[in-house]
């Protein structure tokens, strides 16, 4: 899209060129913009892994001006190499930026603005559409997690503790709820007990003291197995992990 808009409003110095030229230009100028902005989406994940998965406005800026730092020099370097390669008379740096590249910049990053915004709306819009909802009975409680975040929840009186992994730290969390409600509604874990049931994705090995049965997950929680659930329990998780 911004072959076409540099195509029409012409901010890259290519008004001199005649209708043949400026396309194939200007191709190299958008091929210039798709990879500084491709090189630089590591820069993203680093940015976005440094701040817990939180992407802040400070975050967003420092991206877009190491993005347009990076076009400018390229862009430059083709200019000159490119399309000045055979005129002695470029332009000075500081003219092309104030008069050039700047002009371009303004035309070109509201475009690239707005789409990683909507985007971003998007992929959060789906990201929170495949979490699941552990429910309580009050109005307010409740936690929304990926499924795979759960390691396991047991019941606490008229309560449940839920054990989940953020921020690659074990966590848990207080709800007003039933064991059995939550295993009814969610057939993916596993009961191993009359008051708890595990996530089968965080089981690490089996363990055995004074005759009785255990489970082993993520992080070491040791989870109780009784003589009721014990088969299919086994069964399960040996042929979760073959």
């Known amino acids: 899209m911004d072959i076409y808009i540099s195509f029409f409003t012409e901010p890259l110095d ?21 990879f500084c902005y491709l090189l630089f989406l590591p820069i993203q994940y680093i940015l976005l892994k440094r701040n817990d998965g939180k992407w802040f406005l400070k975050s967003e800026a420092l991206f877009l001006f190491i993005f347009s730092f990076c076009s400018i020099a390229i ?26 590249f700047l002009p371009a910049l303004l035309t070109i990053l509201p475009i690239i603005i707005f789409g990683r915004f909507a ?9 929170e559409a495949q979490k699941i909802e552990i429910k309580g009975e009050g109005n307010y409680e409740g936690l929304r997690l990926f499924l795979n975040d759960i390691i396991c929840i047991q019941s606490s009186d008229n309560y449940i503790e839920v054990f989940y992994v953020s921020n690659n730290e074990i966590k848990k969390s207080l709800i ?9 509604e969610f057939p993916e874990f596993l009961r191993t007990h009359r008051s708890h049931i595990i996530n089968p994705y965080h089981f690490l090995q089996w363990k055995t003291e004074n005759s009785k049965l255990f489970v082993i997950l993520f992080h070491h929680i040791e989870v109780p197995v009784s003589r009721t659930y014990q088969n299919n329990v086994k069964i399960i998780l040996n042929s979760a992990t073959e």
Do not use: C
């Open 14 to 34: 290519v008004n001199t060129l005649n209708n043949n030229q400026k396309p194939l230009f200007l191709i190299g100028y958008g091929l210039i913009g798709g």
């Open 75 to 100: 862009a430059r370097i083709y200019y000159l190499h490119v399309i000045m390669a055979n005129d002695r008379n470029p332009y000075e740096f500081w003219y092309m930026l104030q008069n050039i």
């Open 119 to 127: 985007f971003g709306k998007y992929a959060n819009k789906k990201t």
């Open 176 to 184: 007003r709820n039933k064991l059995s409600v939550i295993a009814d």
